[in-house]
């Protein structure tokens, strides 16, 4: 079944560690997003892909990186989390076109202690 | 003032109920119109997709977008505590360099 998928689901890390954040999808989408929500707040677009080797800052300025080696595979990577890190990370995907409709990922949940 | 303005409630209605949801936004450039359900600690899954103006059904769900007044809506009729989640509208177009721009989001809350 074609989906989009994020692992951990839950992370809670140290400050100062390094932690990448997995997204993969099986939807064959060219497009693919990261947005942060904090409780009950609106989504914030940080990184975005349009293809392979092709990555995009978003709206919200982020500490964090992506990368696009693999048309599937969307990873972030926080090179150094920080308390401020703590919240949830959306990864969703779309098959281009102008209408944008966006498939999301479960989340991963962070908290940085 | 944001792009889009949602009011973040919670609404509460009793089972069996209409719930009546809106968006409003200021950019005329936008064309696609969506509402996304958000259960909690889950990702937002797409629910309703509108092309500008006019109304469109699924089941319990309608979604109306008034270009005019820059408006959108989203009713939900025979309210069920399963419908119990946040909603969020959201809203693209080409002018508006495709990319979507969400609304906060309005918790609703069906009570049994």
């Known amino acids: 079944e074609a989906d989009i998928y994020q692992t951990p689901r839950y992370l809670v890390i140290g400050t100062g560690k390094k932690i990448t954040l997995e997204c993969s999808q099986t939807?064959?989408?060219?497009?693919m997003y990261w947005y942060q929500q904090d409780p009950g707040m609106e989504l914030h677009l940080i990184h975005y892909s349009y293809g392979v080797n092709s990555t995009e800052k978003g709206d919200l300025s982020s500490e964090s990186t992506v990368s696009r080696i693999r048309t599937e595979h969307f990873p972030l990577t926080l090179e150094s989390a920080r308390p401020s890190h703590t919240s949830q990370y959306l990864c969703?995907?779309?098959?281009?076109?102008?209408?944008?409709?966006?498939?999301f990922g479960s989340g991963t949940q962070l908290s940085v202690l | 003032q944001k792009e889009v303005e949602q009011d973040p409630g919670p609404l509460s209605v009793p089972e069996g109920a209409i719930v009546s949801l809106n968006c409003t936004y200021s950019n005329s450039a936008f064309q696609y119109f969506m509402w996304y359900r958000q259960y909690s600690r889950k990702g937002p899954e797409l629910l309703m997709y509108t092309y500008s103006s006019g109304n469109k059904e699924d089941g319990r769900f309608t979604a109306q977008v008034d270009k005019s007044s820059k408006y959108i809506s989203l009713f939900i009729r025979d309210s069920q505590p399963s419908d119990s989640a946040t909603y969020l509208c959201?809203?693209?177009?080409?002018?508006?360099?495709?990319?979507?721009?969400f609304g906060g989001g309005t918790r609703v809350l069906v009570k049994p």
């Open positions: 959201a809203m693209s177009g080409k002018a508006a360099g495709n990319k979507l721009t």
């Open positions: 969703a995907s779309s098959d281009g076109g102008t209408n944008e409709k966006l498939f």
């Open positions: 939807m064959g989408h060219d497009k």
